[in-house]
């Protein structure tokens, strides 16, 4: 470099081939030993030329140089390339330098070199520079929105990568170490997480790599599991996108792996509140549904049989009213264990059922029924078993007892709830056969039940469309007279044969629709009471009406008797009930409650089928009776088998003794009648005096 000549049209001018220096796109400043500029060509004129100007005669150490630090900074005139030079006599390279005095311009990067005279001593300073702000201001955009994105992966959960496919470098963000328990920062090798997948999970995550290498999409999600640093294994939920070249091969993927643990968790929690009983943690009624249509599905492949069986502890209810809920949960929790126990094969399946109902599935038995069948009876008599040990119930000892049922199942039963249907039904018989037993299902079972479904329903029905009559028998007199009926009911099943009331009177029973059945028949008998009391002929007839025990037992039967009466403005003097044996077992002190409430509006009492039960006579004694009916399984063999015919005596002696009457029924001949008569009996009923008929009829 030579020295500058400083005339030239920017003040400033180079001699010789210097001249070239103002074609370089590049500036080149020179600065004698003071600092102070005595060369710029174009370029550097164009770029600082007020600046240049004022500093013809200053030094860059007075300050005026309004250059910048690379974070914006004012720069010190120490830090200034030139001054660096001449402070230190070394070149400076590459150092970045922001020119502007209010707002920044440009950024410069500059070289500075230092020009010895010939005694060895700096004579001038040479600056070159070029202009790098485009580069500068995109370097600038890039790490603000590379701070953005580490700001929004620091807030987010996720763990972000980043693979180079070529290369096989995969860099890790610091959080995707912290997913799996390493410190940030920790670079491990690019392999890692390969070595960290769960066994069984690599070859589907590889085989799924090796085909996004070869396929079209730009994005993919896929789940594994990652081993944690402390060996138990993170669910991962991996999302990415792909880069790839004009050829469609796949050059890079970046992605985020999402930390499964609390989404599993949650989800397994939700599997569990609606397939797992809460108390007992057994499998519930959904479950159950669900792996049964599994079973019967398989076992209609497999020509297997299986088996359903029910179970309902005994006296359960008694527990939890006597001993409390609590203690109740903990026997259904004990019960749930012990059963578990018992069936050990994996797949067979414990379930609750709900309330203190259990249900077992047995798979794979026998195709033969009748070993699949024993095979079943083993299991359900280790159940048995499983209670003969008593419970422990917060110290307190318990003994429960189940009723089971079995339902066996083969290929040809589809159907879940007819199976469930038939081992319910199953353990129903098993209750009826006395509790703590096992009952297996057969078809003719079901269709006494049917049969007794229907009847049910048509019973209803009936009552509703007032579908009953009654019919009338006499009861006559030692001369024959008739003294009164006894009211018998009748039912016109619709579209069907008749039934009689021994069939469906009990079954109304059980269903209590007796109550109103019984209301009605009282509430009709009385009125022909009525109907009858309007003609001479027919005053003096008393009207005997069947109660059943359940009806008499119900808490309003004295006021409902006694409205039926005052509704219908019948003589209660001429009304006589029919109770049962059965019926005076039971509650004797409400009994005779009732029955002398009754009495006392004049109405009258018969023992119907008496000889049939087990009155005690300590019981007879106190009951206000008026009358006993010798049963007609007495009457009818009462000539030929001389043990009826002692019980027919024998009757009619109580009778005398307790100063009852007694009326035979089922008289159906004259010698029957005769012998009765000939042992002291003065009232009769029978088909040799009529059979039942309606009140026209009659
Ligand atoms: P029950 O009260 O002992 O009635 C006598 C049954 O014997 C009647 O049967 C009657 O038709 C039948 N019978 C009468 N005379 C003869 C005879 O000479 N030979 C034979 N073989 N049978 C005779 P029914 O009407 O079928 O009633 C059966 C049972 O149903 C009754 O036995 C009674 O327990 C019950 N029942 C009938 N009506 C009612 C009612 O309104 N309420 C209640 N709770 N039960 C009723
Ligand atoms: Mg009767
Ligand atoms: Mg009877």
Redesign the pocket.
């Known amino acids: 470099m030579n020295p500058i000549d400083r005339s030239d049209s920017h003040g400033l001018h180079p001699r010789g081939v210097d001249q070239l220096l103002d074609y370089l796109p590049a500036g080149v400043v020179v600065h004698d030993a003071a600092s102070r500029v005595v060369y710029a060509n174009r370029f550097a004129y164009k770029l600082l030329g007020p600046t240049l100007d004022a500093m013809r005669t200053q030094t860059a150490l007075a300050g005026t140089w309004p250059f910048l630090r690379t974070d914006g900074s004012p720069m010190p005139p120490a830090d200034y390339p030139v001054t660096r030079v001449l402070r230190s006599g070394q070149a400076v390279a590459d150092c970045v330098v922001g020119v502007g005095t209010v707002k920044l311009d440009r950024w410069l990067i500059c070289n500075a070199y230092p020009v010895h005279d010939a005694a060895g001593e700096l004579a001038e300073v040479v600056v070159c520079f070029s202009d790098c702000t485009e580069l500068k201001l995109a370097e600038r955009s890039l790490a603000v929105s590379e701070e953005r994105l580490r700001l929004a992966l620091l807030g987010s959960t996720d763990a972000s990568w980043d693979w180079d496919l070529p290369v096989n470098h995969v860099h890790y963000s610091d959080r995707w170490w912290d997913m799996l328990g390493y410190d940030a920062g920790q670079e491990r090798d690019s392999g890692a997480w390969r070595t960290m997948m769960h066994p069984n999970d690599g070859e589907r995550v590889d085989a799924f790599i090796a085909a996004l290498r070869d396929a079209r999409d730009t994005s993919y999600s896929i789940e594994f599991r990652l081993r944690h640093r402390d060996g138990h294994y993170v669910p991962i939920l991996s999302r990415g996108f792909i880069q790839r070249d004009a050829a469609g091969k796949a050059l890079r993927i970046s992605g985020t792996n999402t930390d499964l643990t609390e989404t599993k968790r949650a989800e397994s929690r939700i599997y569990e509140l609606a397939y797992f009983d809460y108390l007992t943690g057994l499998p519930n009624r959904r479950l159950l549904i669900e792996q049964l249509g599994k079973i019967l599905t398989r076992a209609a492949r497999t020509g297997q049989h299986g088996a359903l069986l029910f179970i309902d502890l005994d006296n359960f209810k008694t527990l939890n009213d006597t001993l409390g809920h609590d203690k109740g949960d903990q026997l259904l929790q004990q019960v749930a264990r012990r059963l578990e126990a018992r069936v050990p094969r994996r797949s067979d399946t414990v379930a609750r059922h709900g309330g203190d109902e259990f249900v077992i599935l047995l798979e794979d038995l026998s195709a033969l029924p009748e070993e699949a069948a024993s095979q079943a009876e083993l299991v359900a008599e280790k159940l048995i078993d499983a209670f003969n040990e008593p419970f422990q119930l917060d110290g307190h000892q318990h003994h429960a007892s189940p009723s089971i049922g079995v339902a066996l199942f083969d290929k040809d039963i589809r159907d879940i709830d007819e199976l469930l249907k038939r081992a319910d039904l199953a353990m129903y018989q098993a209750k009826a056969a006395g509790r703590h037993t096992i009952r297996f299902f057969d078809l003719h079972m079901q269709t006494v039940v049917n049969a007794r479904v229907e009847l049910e329903a048509d019973l209803r029905r009936s009552l509703r469309s007032h579908g009953f009559t009654?019919?009338y028998?006499r009861q006559t007199d030692s001369n024959g007279q008739t003294v009164g009926a006894?009211?018998?009911?009748?039912w016109e099943r619709p579209s069907r044969q008749d039934v009689?009331?021994?069939v469906f009177?009990p079954l109304a029973e059980e269903t209590g629709l007796?109550l109103q059945?019984?209301e009605w028949?009282l509430e009709a008998a009385c009125r022909q009471l009525v109907a009858w009391g309007s003609r001479q002929e027919t005053a003096h007839l008393t009207v005997a009406?069947?109660?059943?025990a359940r009806?008499f037992r119900q808490q309003a039967f004295v006021d409902q008797v006694l409205q039926v009466i005052a509704r219908t403005g019948a003589d209660p003097r001429r009304i006589k009930l029919?109770l049962?044996e059965s019926l005076l077992l039971a509650n004797v002190d409400n009994t005779i409650d009732t029955m002398h409430a009754l009495k006392e509006k004049g109405i009258g009492f018969a023992l119907?089928?008496f000889g049939t039960g087990y009155s005690s006579l300590a019981y007879l004694k106190r009951l206000p009776l008026d009358q006993l009916?010798i049963?007609?399984s007495f009457v009818?063999d009462v000539l030929t088998d001389p043990n009826d015919a002692a019980i027919a005596r024998t009757i009619l002696g109580l009778g005398h003794t307790l100063g009852l009457d007694v009326i035979a029924?089922?008289?159906?001949t004259a010698d029957q009648r005769n012998f009765l008569a000939m042992h002291g009996c003065r009232a009769f009923?029978?088909?040799?005096f009529g059979?039942?008929v309606t009140a026209e009829q009659f």
């Open positions: 009654l019919h028998q006894e009211a018998l009911l009748r009689s009331p021994s009177i007796i059945l019984g028949v009406v069947n109660v059943s009806q029919e049962t119907d089928d009916k049963d007609q009818r029924e089922g008289v159906e009923q029978g088909y040799l059979r039942p």
